[in-house]
T-cell receptor
Framework: AQSVAQPEDQVNVAEGNPLTVKCTYS??????LFWYVQYPNRGLQFLLK??????LVKGSYGFEAEFNKSQTSFHLKKPSALVSDSALYFC???????????FGTGTRLTVIP | EPEVTQTPSHQVTQMGQEVILRCVPI?????FYWYRQILGQKVEFLVS????????KSEIFDDQFSVERPDGSNFTLKIRSTKLEDSAMYFC????????????FGDGTRLSIL
């Protein structure tokens, strides 16, 4: 069974400060992990993925995420937040034997000018 | 950059009526998906489709739902006899054949059942 936890419904950060959006997961096999961002009235935009290899993956708009197998985490990070980063962020997992994505409940990021 | 397109952007339907939501996946993608997001809740998987047949479906995807690829470009979700609780955003997604590729999502159709 797959599950994803995003423990924070809301994250507020000042513009220019580093941001972290947390995600932990549970799968029976090896995970494929993804981050998506959703702006108002839009669909989900792919940010980055972890499949295998380097634990630190870099994605769009300066975002990166670190895969930590022992902690079953895949936190999203950015060194310097922009006001335009304010959006809803979803972590998702796909078990290697499955075809569909299983999403977390989402974290609303607000970057304060 | 190629996109997944969905029509209509908003559909209002009377309870008990049938509704068809339409999607045009990215042209060279072969895996197709429907997800839904009830207001304020998380995105939930409905169904995946490959090689002209359903490959996986969730518990939500009961006999009320069906999917079809009627031609080489469209992928549709039909909901028969809609219920109030079917009100949600419905997202279509598509993926390349390589298993490590991400799914790309459309902007969704907001379905409102009255």
């Amino acid at each position: 069974a797959q599950s994803v936890a995003q423990p924070e419904d809301q994250v507020n950060v000042a513009e220019g400060n580093p941001l972290t959006v947390k995600c932990t997961y549970s799968v029976s096999g090896n995970p494929y992990l993804f981050w998506y961002v959703q702006y108002p009235n839009r669909g989900l935009q792919f940010l980055l993925k972890y499949i295998t290899g380097d634990n630190l993956v870099k994605g769009s708009y300066g975002f990166e995420a670190e895969f930590n197998k022992s902690q079953t985490s895949f936190h999203l990070k950015k060194p310097s937040a922009l006001v335009s980063d304010s959006a809803l962020y979803f972590c998702a997992v796909r078990d290697t034997g499955a075809n569909n994505l299983f999403f977390g409940t989402g974290t609303r990021l607000t970057v304060i000018p | 950059e190629p996109e997944v397109t969905q029509t209509p952007s908003h559909q209002v339907t009377q309870m008990g009526q049938e509704v068809i939501l339409r999607c045009v996946p990215i042209s060279n993608h072969l895996y197709f998906y429907w997800y839904r997001q009830i207001l304020g809740q998380k995105v939930e998987f409905l169904v995946s489709f490959y090689n002209n047949e359903i490959s996986e479906k969730s518990e939500i995807f009961d006999d009320q739902f069906s999917v079809e690829r009627p031609d080489g470009s469209n992928f549709t979700l039909k909901i028969r006899s809609t219920k109030l609780e079917d009100s949600a955003m419905y997202f279509c997604a598509s993926r390349d054949t390589l298993s490590n590729q991400p799914q790309h999502f459309g902007d969704g159709t907001r379905l409102s059942i009255l």
